[in-house]
């Protein structure tokens, strides 16, 4: 089978489409005829920086069609057409066939292409777990949304508008009408804001881009901020007198599944940017580390 591979960390260039053998499974495992990969920042960095240990296949994000199942295997069948985040250490998800344990999967929502699917599981649950786990986001709260129109957070806007509260992302003017069709309340162009004008106002502020200085003094007193990049400093935190936490996404079958219902059930979009093909894979790294996209880019693997 064909795989994306890395064997030595320090560029994007360094990967190469390689024959692997078709994977085994264990009796714990399915094997997935993997038919799209999402592509997430995580994989172009991962390649520079050197996450992982080499050599191994990028990404984690995968849709695709359940081909053999373990012994042990009774939630899932022959057939099923799947989504999910592999497991972060071993990555494994840019190739023709992926064998992994069921508490990684769910089904993939029926009303999306594979394409779309492949782009749901990193980004919806890193969305999910810092609007939900870390800052309890409520019914009728003011919150900011860093990035909005990028992967994790259009999953965030659309998240947030479901739970029901006013939403309001930093983005440029670019997407703002976009945004607002997808429901954002209003935006902040951070190319020309002076932050230093807004009003204090917000209870919760969810930060994907380091921008701690600008967002940490919009929060009310007792706000609460999470990052999913580079930690706020202490004593800013002290200063403003809110909670900050920063964590690193894991994945999840059970949330994922939460998030099949609200895609089925149309509370939650989809947006595609770019598709490549498995062979375009460098070309696919190099858009997203641009860090330009509006939602998600994908591979299409068969
Ligand atoms: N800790 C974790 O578990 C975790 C999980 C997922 C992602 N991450 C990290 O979170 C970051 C965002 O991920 P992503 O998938 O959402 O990235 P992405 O899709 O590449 O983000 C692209 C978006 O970022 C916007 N943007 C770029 N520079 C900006 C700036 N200075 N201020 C505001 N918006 C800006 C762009 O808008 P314009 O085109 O308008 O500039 C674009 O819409 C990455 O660094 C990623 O590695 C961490």
Same mark, same amino acid.
């Given at each position: 089978m064909k795989a994306i591979r890395i064997?030595?960390?320090?560029?994007?260039? *360094?990967v190469k489409i390689e024959d692997l053998p078709k994977p085994d499974i264990q009796s714990n495992q399915v094997l997935i005829k993997v038919k799209a990969c999402g592509i997430n920042p995580v994989d172009w960095k991962s390649t520079v920086?050197?996450?992982?240990?080499?050599?191994y296949t990028i990404g984690t994000d995968i849709s695709g069609t359940i081909e053999a199942i373990g012994t042990?295997?009774?939630d899932f069948k022959v057939g099923d057409n799947v989504i999910g985040s592999l497991e972060w250490a071993k990555?494994?998800?840019?190739?023709?066939y992926v064998a992994t344990e069921i508490k990684f999967l769910a089904l993939k929502p029926? *009303?999306?292409s594979f394409e779309e699917a492949a782009a749901v599981p990193l980004a919806a649950l890193t969305a999910w777990q810092g609007l939900f786990?870390?800052?309890?986001v409520q019914t009728g709260q003011k919150v900011l949304i860093q990035a909005a129109a990028g992967g994790v957070g259009l999953f965030a806007v659309q998240f947030a508008k479901w739970k029901g509260a006013q939403v309001v992302g930093i983005a440029s003017a670019k997407n703002e009408a976009f945004l607002k069709s997808v429901g954002v309340d209003s935006i902040i162009d951070y190319k020309t804001a002076?932050?230093?004008?807004?009003?204090?106002?917000?209870d919760a502020v969810f930060d994907s881009m380091a921008s701690s200085e600008h967002?940490?003094?919009?929060?009310?007193?007792g706000g609460k901020y999470v990052t999913i990049t580079a930690k706020p400093s202490e004593d800013l935190v002290q200063k403003h007198d809110v909670t900050a936490t920063h964590f690193l996404f894991h994945s999840n079958a059970e949330q994922l599944k939460t998030i099949v219902n609200l895609i089925e059930q149309n509370h939650v979009k989809v947006f595609i940017d770019k598709q490549f093909k498995l062979t375009e894979a460098k070309d696919a790294l190099k858009y997203q580390h641009?860090?330009?996209?509006r939602g998600k880019n994908v591979l299409v693997v068969s």
């Amino acid at each position: 089978m064909k795989a994306i591979r890395i064997h030595e960390k320090g560029a994007i260039d *360094n990967v190469k489409i390689e024959d692997l053998p078709k994977p085994d499974i264990q009796s714990n495992q399915v094997l997935i005829k993997v038919k799209a990969c999402g592509i997430n920042p995580v994989d172009w960095k991962s390649t520079v920086y050197g996450y992982f240990e080499m050599p191994y296949t990028i990404g984690t994000d995968i849709s695709g069609t359940i081909e053999a199942i373990g012994t042990d295997v009774t939630d899932f069948k022959v057939g099923d057409n799947v989504i999910g985040s592999l497991e972060w250490a071993k990555q494994g998800a840019c190739a023709e066939y992926v064998a992994t344990e069921i508490k990684f999967l769910a089904l993939k929502p029926k *009303n999306l292409s594979f394409e779309e699917a492949a782009a749901v599981p990193l980004a919806a649950l890193t969305a999910w777990q810092g609007l939900f786990d870390k800052l309890h986001v409520q019914t009728g709260q003011k919150v900011l949304i860093q990035a909005a129109a990028g992967g994790v957070g259009l999953f965030a806007v659309q998240f947030a508008k479901w739970k029901g509260a006013q939403v309001v992302g930093i983005a440029s003017a670019k997407n703002e009408a976009f945004l607002k069709s997808v429901g954002v309340d209003s935006i902040i162009d951070y190319k020309t804001a002076d932050f230093s004008k807004i009003t204090p106002d917000f209870d919760a502020v969810f930060d994907s881009m380091a921008s701690s200085e600008h967002t940490i003094p919009l929060l009310k007193k007792g706000g609460k901020y999470v990052t999913i990049t580079a930690k706020p400093s202490e004593d800013l935190v002290q200063k403003h007198d809110v909670t900050a936490t920063h964590f690193l996404f894991h994945s999840n079958a059970e949330q994922l599944k939460t998030i099949v219902n609200l895609i089925e059930q149309n509370h939650v979009k989809v947006f595609i940017d770019k598709q490549f093909k498995l062979t375009e894979a460098k070309d696919a790294l190099k858009y997203q580390h641009e860090g330009r996209s509006r939602g998600k880019n994908v591979l299409v693997v068969s």
